[in-house]
């Protein structure tokens, strides 16, 4: 990616000399470190007769719905934007030096292009599972039947009472899934006697690919009443974090809906930005020709080299070396000679 900062990013190139003294504003440029999150998201939803899935078809399936997010990309890069706590005014007259003056990443006065470092990664494998609904059985009312209870004395007198003696209700869900397991049975002796040759109908070539086609879709269709529907799809967000100092940064959490989000105070395993500055050496002492006009120097950053980590709360998922403006130190370039 090509760039080019002008007067500390400052959006301004000063040109030859002018020819009467002018006023310059500019600003000095400051880092924010860009996170790019991209996860997938898989949302489960249990089919509509899953507790009867065992008793009818023999499946052990998933009875509740759940929701799982897996960090499947994530790439730091860094953006410079000027920094407008920190401006200064220049003023410049025929005296000035005809120069185009520019600063690179790495602090150096120039006035040509150059590239700007990126870095990047993909992880696989780190999920945020939500919890899972527990499976809610349908209450069954109670039921009473009445029955007539006939009994003799030892006189052989008959009495008859009538008494109401609970009884099990009718499972209307369940006769329903019953059904559909009966369908789904008719279905696949369907398909083997279809493929054996065992029916009235013959079915060869094209009709017989069609004929066992129709019935895995139906059957397929009916499973998903039984086995519940997986739906994917694919989250994305950036989040910013522009230090003021080395340390660690809170930066998103991975929802159990929503996916990648700013964390709150209460969210568990956030994701977290450590950033770590290389020392600076202490530059050399100014010659004299620099102090002739003291007060008239262009002011500017050089920034320092930083280590970005970024972890899971526990283990790392993406470590890159990029420069940080404000966290570098602050040089001047001489307008006069």
């Known amino acids: 990616m090509k760039s080019r900062i002008i007067i500390a990013a400052a959006g301004?190139?000063?040109a030859a000399a002018p020819l009467h003294a002018q006023e310059v504003?500019?600003?000095?440029?400051?880092?924010?470190?860009m996170v790019e999150v991209t996860a997938k998201q898989e949302a489960f939803t249990a089919g509509k007769y899953a507790?009867?899935?065992?008793?009818?078809?023999?499946?052990?399936?998933?009875?509740?719905?759940?929701?799982?997010?897996k960090l499947s990309?994530?790439?730091i890069r860094s953006n410079s934007e000027a920094d407008l706590s920190r401006r200064y005014t220049l003023t410049l007259n025929g005296n000035s030096r005809p120069l185009y003056t520019e600063l690179t990443k790495q602090g150096l006065v120039c006035s040509h292009e150059f590239s700007l470092p990126e870095a990047g990664g993909k992880v696989k494998g780190w999920s945020a599972p939500s919890s899972p609904k527990p499976a809610e059985k349908p209450q069954k009312p109670s039921v009473y039947e009445e029955r007539v209870v006939t009994t003799t004395d030892s006189l052989g007198n008959v009495f008859s009472s009538i008494v109401y003696?609970?009884?099990?209700?009718?499972?209307?869900?369940?006769?329903?899934?019953?059904?559909?397991?009966?369908?789904?049975?008719?279905?696949?002796?369907?398909?083997?006697?279809?493929?054996?040759?065992?029916?009235?109908?013959s079915y060869s070539g094209e009709?017989?690919?069609?004929?066992?086609?129709?019935?895995?879709?139906?059957?397929?269709?009916?499973?998903t009443l039984f086995t519940g529907k997986t739906r994917f799809t694919t989250k994305k967000a950036v989040f910013t974090v522009i230090p003021e100092q080395e340390g660690t940064f809170r930066v998103f959490t991975l929802d159990g809906t929503m996916g990648p989000v700013k964390p709150s105070n209460s969210s568990e395993s956030v994701f977290e930005l450590t950033v770590k500055a290389e020392p600076i050496a202490q530059a050399e002492p100014a010659t004299a020709s620099?102090?002739?006009?003291?007060?008239?120097?262009?002011?500017?950053?050089?920034?320092?080299?930083?280590e970005l980590t970024l972890t899971d709360g526990a283990?790392?998922?993406?470590?890159?070396?990029?420069?940080?403006?404000?966290?570098?130190?602050?040089?001047?370039?001489?307008l006069y000679d």
Request: glycine share 2%; with cysteine.
């Open 290 to 306: 620099a102090k002739k006009h003291p007060h008239q120097y262009i002011t500017y950053r050089i920034p320092a080299i930083c």
């Open 51 to 69: 507790s009867y899935a065992k008793e009818l078809l023999n499946l052990d399936v998933c009875l509740s719905d759940t929701v799982v997010n």
């Open 207 to 223: 009709a017989l690919g069609a004929a066992v086609k129709e019935i895995n879709r139906l059957e397929k269709e009916l499973l």
């Open 12 to 14: 301004l190139m000063l």
């Open 315 to 334: 283990y790392e998922v993406l470590s890159v070396r990029l420069p940080v403006y404000q966290l570098g130190i602050e040089a001047t370039y001489p």
């Open 165 to 201: 003696v609970e009884v099990e209700p009718v499972d209307s869900l369940y006769l329903e899934a019953k059904d559909k397991a009966e369908t789904i049975l008719e279905l696949r002796d369907q398909r083997k006697k279809i493929i054996t040759g065992d029916t009235d109908a």
């Open 73 to 75: 990309e994530v790439e």
């Open 25 to 33: 504003t500019y600003a000095l440029p400051k880092t924010a470190i």
